[in-house]
């Protein structure tokens, strides 16, 4: 059984209900997160706190919550969860109004939901071992404020069904210039001649944890080049590698593409030094 955290108690998650008039609810007015964790050991808990308060800050929803408040409960949800391999979801919607009208009330609390669930051991740098992955392309629907961790999550979802029903594990997404934003539920990556490249930050694509603390973590080593640029169709279709990173994937080799090969169809051996540099500092973060 579950132990999640509604609003200032801890409960079985079976016990945990919010009003049909919260906001999340109603119109998905809320930021999330999602924090990976290890044998008690948070990843990237900082860098996922932040990007909650600069999501909260973004929408309007004021909550006067310190880190240390919501380390306090991290890690009292993975003590009361058994502390194996687990997510920690966190959720802030704008709370429950007595109406359902669109523009912000006042007046209203926070709504904050938490509960942990049991996600996979972590992935290892091992090309025998390595989940290759099979994605689709489309056209990038989705509204024009993805850096926006926001509960409202429909468009992700449509764009990841579209693969799914094709028998693909991700949707590769792309704009109306066909440039690569990211993907329904993870950032993107090409390598070219040892080369690593992925699109820049901007509005069309989330500021990933995964991906912040990759780039950080390749440019500490210096032996692998990295560049932020936009990144055409072409490109992806005629790259050496690709990947998908996210916070339970981790660094995730792509090997094929709209039924097509990526690169030799193999997992690539820059994919292996990336994952093997991201294993062992993804903990410093």
Same mark, same amino acid.
């Given at each position: 059984?579950?132990?999640?955290?509604?609003?200032?108690?801890?409960?079985?998650?079976?016990?945990?209900?919010?009003?049909?008039?919260? !906001?999340?609810?109603? /119109?998905? =007015?809320? $930021?999330?997160?999602? &924090?990976?964790? @290890? *044998?008690?050991?948070?990843?990237?808990?900082?860098?996922?706190?932040?990007?909650?308060?600069?999501?909260?800050?973004?929408?309007?929803?004021?909550?006067?919550?310190?880190?240390?408040?919501?380390?306090?409960?991290?890690?009292?949800?993975?003590?009361?969860?058994?502390?194996?391999?687990?997510?920690?979801?966190?959720?802030?919607?704008?709370?429950?109004?007595?109406? !359902?009208?669109?523009? /912000?009330? =006042?007046? $209203?609390?926070?709504? &904050?939901?938490? @509960? *942990?669930?049991?996600?996979?051991?972590?992935?290892?740098?091992?090309?025998?071992?390595?989940?290759?992955?099979?994605?689709?392309?489309?056209?990038?629907?989705?509204?024009?404020?993805?850096?926006?961790?926001?509960?409202?999550?429909?468009?992700?979802?449509?764009?990841?069904?579209?693969?799914?029903?094709?028998?693909?594990?991700?949707?590769?997404?792309?704009?109306?210039?066909?440039?690569?934003?990211?993907?329904?539920?993870?950032?993107?990556?090409?390598?070219?001649?040892?080369?690593?490249?992925?699109?820049?930050?901007?509005?069309?694509?989330?500021?990933?944890?995964?991906?912040?603390?990759?780039?950080?973590?390749?440019?500490?080593?210096?032996?692998?080049?990295?560049?932020?640029?936009?990144?055409?169709?072409?490109?992806?279709?005629?790259?050496?590698?690709?990947?998908?990173?996210?916070?339970?994937?981790?660094?995730?080799?792509?090997?094929?593409?709209?039924?097509?090969?990526?690169?030799?169809?193999?997992?690539?051996?820059?994919?292996?030094?990336?994952?093997?540099?991201?294993?062992?500092?993804?903990?410093?973060?």
């Amino acid at each position: 059984m579950s132990i999640a955290y509604l609003d200032g108690s801890y409960m079985p998650i079976e016990q945990a209900k919010i009003s049909p008039m919260d !906001r999340g609810f109603l /119109f998905g =007015d809320g $930021i999330y997160e999602v &924090v990976p964790s @290890y *044998a008690g050991k948070m990843v990237g808990f900082g860098p996922h706190i932040a990007r909650m308060q600069n999501g909260l800050a973004a929408v309007g929803i004021k909550l006067d919550w310190s880190e240390d408040n919501w380390a306090e409960l991290c890690n009292r949800l993975i003590n009361e969860n058994g502390a194996g391999n687990l997510g920690i979801y966190l959720h802030v919607s704008r709370g429950a109004d007595s109406k !359902r009208f669109h523009a /912000f009330p =006042d007046n $209203i609390a926070p709504t &904050v939901f938490a @509960y *942990a669930f049991e996600i996979a051991p972590p992935p290892v740098a091992d090309k025998a071992l390595a989940k290759a992955y099979k994605v689709s392309t489309t056209r990038d629907l989705r509204w024009e404020r993805c850096h926006i961790k926001s509960t409202a999550l429909l468009g992700n979802v449509l764009h990841f069904q579209h693969g799914y029903e094709r028998g693909h594990d991700e949707t590769l997404l792309f704009n109306a210039n066909n440039e690569l934003t990211e993907a329904s539920a993870c950032n993107a990556f090409i390598v070219k001649d040892g080369k690593v490249i992925t699109p820049p930050l901007d509005n069309q694509l989330l500021p990933g944890i995964t991906r912040h603390i990759l780039l950080d973590v390749l440019r500490r080593d210096g032996s692998i080049a990295v560049e932020e640029r936009s990144v055409s169709m072409d490109e992806v279709l005629n790259a050496d590698e690709v990947w998908i990173t996210s916070s339970s994937k981790e660094v995730a080799p792509v090997t094929q593409i709209d039924g097509k090969a990526v690169g030799n169809g193999e997992v690539g051996e820059v994919w292996l030094a990336a994952q093997t540099l991201y294993s062992a500092g993804k903990f410093d973060y």
